[in-house]
């Protein structure tokens, strides 16, 4: 864990403030959900809860997907990467909130997965395939609705 040398109080109704530094740098916004955990060792760790909430088997499958279309992906919820090669970004660049269909961002095509309606997160890749990559949004889209 990395030593930011800040230290905040709790007040008397037990909230904590998180730095603005610290907000911006991690992409947390007013109302965004914060998951809770103990780290073994006494400390409290606040984490961006995951729209997508995906299942490690749901991850896997979709890597091999990838794999086996012989292309390089990223998959993303709505603010991070989940996993991925270093080369793309590790935070979800702002421009995207506004796709819903696949756009090329930099030297890359972005695709939204959409579930009923919602934007739950994105799949990247340098590749051109996009039928193989929109399948592999689609089939996350499709494991997040069951």
Partial sequence: MKATGIVRRIDDLGRVVIPKEIRRTLKIREGDPLEIFLDGQGGVVFHKYSLLGMS????????????FAGVEIAIYDTNCKLTG?????????????DFYKPMQFDNYTVYPILCDGERYGFVCSHNTLTAEITMIARYIAVALSN
């Fill in 85 to 97: 090669d270093p080369s793309y970004p590790v935070n979800t660049p702002e421009a995207w909130d």
């Fill in 56 to 67: 490690d088997d749901v991850l896997r499958t979709a890597k091999l997907m990838a794999k």
